[in-house]
């Protein structure tokens, strides 16, 4: 079966660095997403991997290792708006969307 | 970026009536529609699949004459909640792709059945 696996809650601490695993089991692999989602709203992209290493994109960056099946979503400068779920989601071989459950960030003053 | 839009934002109706959620690309043709469910403190459920101008693919355990999908068009999917009931209060959010990448998220739709 598809499986998706991140942690379900998190807590950091404002300025600080954080760093959000996935772990996917898929059939087929045509790239990583991670999304940003807070309450009462609908996802926000964030970032896409297809080829091993690191994408960086401002205070956000991700990971991703094809062989062993696993992304990390790191958030750098913490700031209190940063506080929401990150959904990590693999395309599978027939281009559909797996999502995890998504792991809620909680950020602390 | 590209835009999707969602109409009605929410929408709060008397159980047994039936609902219609529109789902638009606004700058952009969309091949594939997805609308999916989340209810409170879980993740996004896809519930089923569109392509312009065939049927839509339903995941398992969502019921097709339930929640009927139109894609009549490469900028416009509908989703009619029939026969609404409490249960089926949910915040129902669609996407959608252009080629084989990246999904666009419309706002969503909040739906409250009384």
């Known amino acids: 079966g598809q499986n998706i696996d991140q942690p379900t809650e998190m807590t950091a601490t404002e300025g600080a660095i954080v760093q959000i695993n996935c772990t996917y089991q898929?059939?087929?692999?045509?790239?990583l997403f991670w999304y940003q989602q807070h309450a009462g709203e609908a996802p926000t992209f964030l970032s896409y991997n297809v080829l091993d290493g690191l994408e960086e994109k401002g205070r956000f960056s991700s990971f991703l290792s094809r062989s062993k099946g696993y992304s990390y979503l790191l958030l750098k400068e913490l700031q209190m708006k940063d506080s929401a779920s990150y959904l990590c989601a693999v395309m599978d071989s027939n281009y559909q969307l797996i999502w995890g459950a998504g792991t809620k960030l909680i950020i602390k003053p | 970026g590209a835009v999707v839009s969602q109409h009605p934002s929410w929408v709060i109706c008397k159980s047994g009536t039936s609902v219609k959620i529109e789902c638009r690309s606004l700058d952009f043709q969309a091949t594939t529609m997805f609308w999916y469910r989340q209810f409170p403190k879980q993740s996004l459920m896809l519930m089923a699949t569109s392509n312009e101008g065939s049927k839509a693919t339903y995941e398992q355990g969502v019921e097709k004459d339930k929640f009927l999908i139109n894609h009549a068009s490469l900028t416009l999917s509908t989703l009619t909640v029939t026969s609404a009931h409490p249960e089926d209060s949910s915040f129902y959010i669609c996407?959608?792709?252009?080629?084989?990448?990246?999904?666009?998220f419309g706002p969503g739709t909040r739906l409250t059945v009384l």
């Open positions: 996407s959608a792709r252009t080629g084989e990448r990246e999904q666009f």
């Open positions: 898929t059939s087929g692999f045509n790239g």
